[in-house]
Every structure is written in C-alpha cells, then in structure tokens.
Antibody, heavy 123, light 113 residues
Framework: EVQLVESGGGLVKPGGSLRLSCAAS????????MNWVRQAPGKGLEWVSS????????YDADSVKGRFTISRDNAKNSLYLQMNSLRAEDTAVYYC????????????????WGKGTTVTVSS | DIVMTQSPDSLAVSLGERATINCKSS????????????LAWYQQKPGQPPQLLIY???TRESGVPDRFSGSGSGTDFTLTISSLQAEDVAVYYC?????????FGPGTKVDIK
C-alpha cells in the first residue's frame, strides 16, 4: 500500500525551530518529486515547498523562503522540512504529498497525501 | 503568481441532483507544447487530507466515481458532480501546477440540501 506518514509536529514558541519528517512506503520513493503543503486552521491549502527526486531542484513559497528547508534521504525513504524562525502564521497542518508522475519534474498534480502533522506556533 | 478563484463559496444540493463548481485562473494554465491544462481538483472531507479527483483538467483519478467530471481549458474550469451522494459532502479545491508557486483556489463547500 502506498503510504506517507508525517511526524515531528508540535507546539513551538515564535522564533523557534521544528523538523518535520515524512516516511514513505509502498512505492519507489527515489523516483518521485515530493511536496509539502500546509493548511492553517479553518483555511484553505497552501503549497510550501517541492523537491525533485534527486534533490536537484528545490522550489519554495515566498512565505517560507529563507526560513524553511526541504530535503530528502532516498536511502531512508524520507522527506523532511526544517522550519526555522517560526511565526504564528506558520500554524497549520503540514501535509507531505507525492507528485503524480515519476520523474524529475515538479509540474504535476499531487496524487498521494499523508494524514498530516500539526504545527502550532504560540507563546 | 497565478491566482485561483472558485465559485460559489458554498452550495447545497439535493441528493441525486447535479453540483457544479467553477474555477478560474488569473492566467492560462494551458501549456501549448503538449496541449494540456495544468489543473487539478481535490476533495477534502472533514478531518481528512485532500484526495485527488481530477488532473489535466478532465482526467479522472483511478478509483474516483464517474459521477465526478472535469471540464474547461485555458483559464476557466468546472467540476461537476452529476448525481450528488451523501459521501460527497466535502470542500473541493482546484489547483494549478503550471508554474510555481503552485496555487490552490479558496475552496467550495458542498452540502446536502
């Protein structure tokens, strides 16, 4: 079964850091571009970051550029999001999502989503 | 950035009736070299992650009931639920993957009348 399981969320103070992880199983992780998408409480979906299969290309939303870093370890079938200088507006459920087509492009839909991990930034 | 808008914000439809959701992009998401519209639709039920319904504007994802269909091209798109079922109560989002930042519409909430 194709599965993505996020972890690492929690309560953190403004200015703090957190590292999210996403464990992939059931597919050849190293062949797919991966994404992070977040959803603030009661709000819509916001794309955060994408990383191609071999980490060659990385794309970030302006709202997190310079603060968040996406990375992956294909040997461990894992995706990460290092979040620094956290702000209240970063409070959200963070989803890990797989690109819908194998390859090196980012320009595809997202066909598999994890259940998400909750990040709360509050003093 | 490509701005995605959706209408209506919410709608209530009787069981078995048609539900239509519109999505508009601020610029075309049709890539001329392959004639594909870089537009997807997702369904999100309460407390659940989004689920892919439609991609390339009109291709139904495997396992998605055929009462869901997508249409449109360029900047104007439609998601149609031909005969609403109770399990279709959800928020529906369109998303463009034509260019970064990838952007989602604000969502349309569908309820039973």
């Amino acid at each position: 079964e194709v599965q993505l399981v996020e972890s690492g969320g929690g309560l953190v103070k403004p200015g703090g850091s957190l590292r999210l992880s996403c464990a992939a199983s059931g597919f050849t992780f190293s062949s797919y571009t991966m994404n992070w998408v977040r959803q603030a409480p009661g709000k819509g979906l916001e794309w955060v970051s994408s990383i191609t299969s071999s980490s060659t290309y990385i794309y970030d939303a302006d709202s997190v550029k310079g603060r968040f870093t996406i990375s992956r370890d294909n040997a461990k079938n894992s995706l990460y999001l290092q979040m620094n200088s956290l702000r209240a507006e970063d409070t959200a459920v963070y989803y890990c999502a797989r690109e819908g087509v194998q390859g090196t492009s980012v320009y595809y839909y997202m066909d598999v989503w994890g259940k998400g991990t909750t990040v709360t930034v509050s003093s | 950035d490509i701005v995605m808008t959706q209408s209506p914000d919410s709608l209530a439809v009787s069981l078995g009736e048609r539900a239509t959701i519109n999505c508009k992009s601020s610029q075309s998401v049709l890539y001329s070299s392959n004639n594909k519209n870089y537009l997807a639709w997702y369904q999100q039920k309460p407390g659940q992650p989004p689920q892919l319904l439609i991609y390339w504007a009109s291709t139904r994802e495997s396992g998605v009931p055929d009462r869901f269909s997508g249409s449109g091209s360029g900047t104007d798109f439609t998601l149609t639920i031909s005969s609403l079922q109770a399990e279709d109560v959800a928020v529906y989002y369109c998303q463009q993957y034509y260019s970064t930042p990838f952007t989602f519409g604000p969502g349309t909430k569908v309820d039973i009348k």
